[in-house]
């Protein structure tokens, strides 16, 4: 099964399983499909984290990228920065996707990288037919950037997404062959192209021409990190998600945190994931970065007794969540599982849309702009610093119980992520309902303060009991704020049940 949110990255994923691979071979021709039929949201110079269940235990891999050794605090003031630019080279960090498909097929995978990466090259060459949400996503994508984007080093972007000064409409067919190249390459060389070969070369000659400081010593010295993934017991199961820099430990402190109350309506639900997300996230702004630059550890944050006092300042009214005292101590998902028992939750993304607005000429790499989330306050663990991580809002996640796999999960869309996260798991595991109900059901956005987004299908009665519990709602009618998700559980006897994301052009391929 794989769970994605394009129908012809599911069906990747599903060709390279008929062809023998199992679903890490799976997920890396569905997540290479998604940089050609979904560019929008995620590219080739994109990061991406993975969870993978395999032989009876849980993996983790962080391919999100450090800023290069020459982007520095005095680079950012010298160009009259005051915060990270949402697009340019100061927003460029080191994309880590394609060194992230590598080791996940050396590792785990049956075929080569090049054979995954296969089904992308011919979408890329022969064309696809726009999707109408992705044609809808193109088009704001090229008005925002007519505006945002002046000088000369944008020039490809536009050649190779606009050529006629405006986006592809629904079922217009679009090639990409720069890209299918570059795919190419990254197969045959298992990534060594785009780190250290010619691949390499043009990104640094581009950034060269162009006023960039990326270096093939920044490219040459990445390297994806396998990590252990976190985790909170909830309702009788174990919630799986990456460890910082990404924001896992928001959705997970969240559930910790709700894991101790039992509400006695909807309202009262949906009031208390609410308050504990705000909690999470005051938490994480303040303390979440790179590893080696946090004040917190993980652990503190999770800790039982800290969790404890969380949990005692929820009550009736909404509160102004402020960061607490621990003790010391544009995106894509998709998922896939196989017939061997093996199962993957990734996760890429460029950040904001289509990225930096930065397209590599002759490579259709559009690179990513995740440097946008660096702090420029020296005394803040995500202050930029050369060859750092940034805070990376996404994040795959994953459930067990009493160490057997039920399944991977996600929910993409920045700072939505750990909220869909939590909607759905507790949707899952606290109402039990089935994964595509989970997904289906109508969802809340936090904005900031009291300030609450729900989805114009929130029954009215919900929306008036938050209101008089303090909570300022506002209503919304387009599904776009409240993030794309898919989920895929194993039951006991081996079936899988997969759920897709009604708010987009979700699919579950099967075999």
């Known amino acids: 099964m794989v769970a994605t949110s394009h129908p012809l990255a599911a069906q990747a994923g599903i060709q390279i399983m008929q062809e023998g691979g199992n679903a890490i071979d799976a997920a890396i021709a569905a997540a290479s499909a998604l940089t050609v039929v979904e560019p929008t949201a995620n590219g080739i110079g994109s990061d991406a984290f ?53 080791a996940l097929s050396r590792r785990f995978g049956r075929l080569s990288l090049a054979s995954a990466l296969a089904p992308a090259v011919i979408l890329a060459e022969i064309g696809h037919p726009v999707t109408d949400s992705v044609a809808a996503g193109w ?26 000064g405006v986006g592809p409409v629904p079922g217009e067919l679009w090639r990409l062959p720069d890209h299918a190249k570059t795919l190419r390459d990254i197969g045959e060389t298992e990534a060594n192209a ?33 990590v252990e993934p976190l985790s909170v017991s909830f309702r009788g199961y174990e919630v799986w998600e990456m460890p910082p820099n990404c924001q896992g430990l928001i959705a997970l402190t969240a559930l910790g945190i709700l894991e101790g109350l039992k509400p006695d309506s909807p309202e009262e639900r949906i009031h208390y994931q609410i308050e504990a997300l705000k909690l999470g996230f005051a938490d994480g702004f303040a303390y979440i970065g790179d590893p ?11 800790d ?19 960061a607490g005292r621990p003790p010391r101590g544009g995106t894509v998902y998709l998922a896939t599982a196989d017939g061997e028992g093996n199962m993957v939750s990734l996760i890429q993304s460029n950040y904001r849309g289509f990225g930096s607005g930065l397209v ?43 160490g057997r796999p039920l399944g991977p999960f996600g929910v993409m869309g920045g700072y939505m992520q750990p909220q869909g996260h939590v909607q759905v798991i507790c949707r899952a595991l606290d109402q039990n309902l ?15 303060g009291n300030r609450v987004a729900v989805e114009a299908s929130m029954p ?12 300022e709602i506002e209503v919304v009618p387009d599904p776009l704020p409240f993030g794309r998700g898919q989920i895929i559980w194993r039951d006991p006897e081996g079936v899988l049940q997969g759920g897709t994301e009604p708010r987009t052009d979700g699919h579950v391929a099967v075999w």
């Not at 088009?139 to 006629?164: C, H, I, M, N």
């Not at 702090?375 to 067990?400: A, E």
């Not at 089935?434 to 904005?447: M, T, V």
């Open 304 to 322: 039982p007794n800290y969790l404890r006092s969380r949990r005692a300042l929820l009550g009736e009214r909404a509160i102004q969540a402020t």
């Open 460 to 471: 009215e009665e919900i929306v008036q009991s938050l209101r008089k519990r303090g909570h």
């Open 50 to 102: 993975a969870i993978v269940w395999s032989d009876g235990k849980l993996y983790g891999l962080n391919s999100s990228g450090p800023a290069p050794r020459h982007l520095t605090l005095d680079w950012m003031k010298s160009r009259g920065f005051a915060q990270p630019p949402a697009y340019g080279w100061g927003s460029v960090t080191v994309p880590g996707a394609p060194a992230a498909w590598a």
């Open 139 to 164: 088009s704001r994508a090229v008005d925002r950037f007519k505006q945002a984007l002046r000088g000369t080093e944008y020039q490809e972007w536009f050649r190779v997404f606009a050529p006629q």
């Open 434 to 448: 089935n994964p595509q109900a989970a997904l289906d059901a109508p969802r809340f956005y936090w904005k900031e």
């Open 194 to 226: 785009f780190y250290r070969g010619t691949i390499a070369q043009t990104i640094v000659d581009f950034a060269r021409k162009t006023g960039g400081v990326i270096s093939m010593d920044d490219l040459g010295s990445f390297a994806p990190e396998w």
């Open 360 to 402: 590599v000429p002759g490579t259709g790499i559009a690179l990513q702009n995740r440097g946008a989330l660096f702090s420029l306050d020296p005394g803040h663990p995500n202050c930029l610093m050369p060859g750092k991580r940034p805070f990376n809002t996404i994040i795959p996640g994953f459930v067990t119980c009493d």
């Open 292 to 302: 080696t630059s946090m004040r917190e550890s993980a652990q503190a944050l999770l």
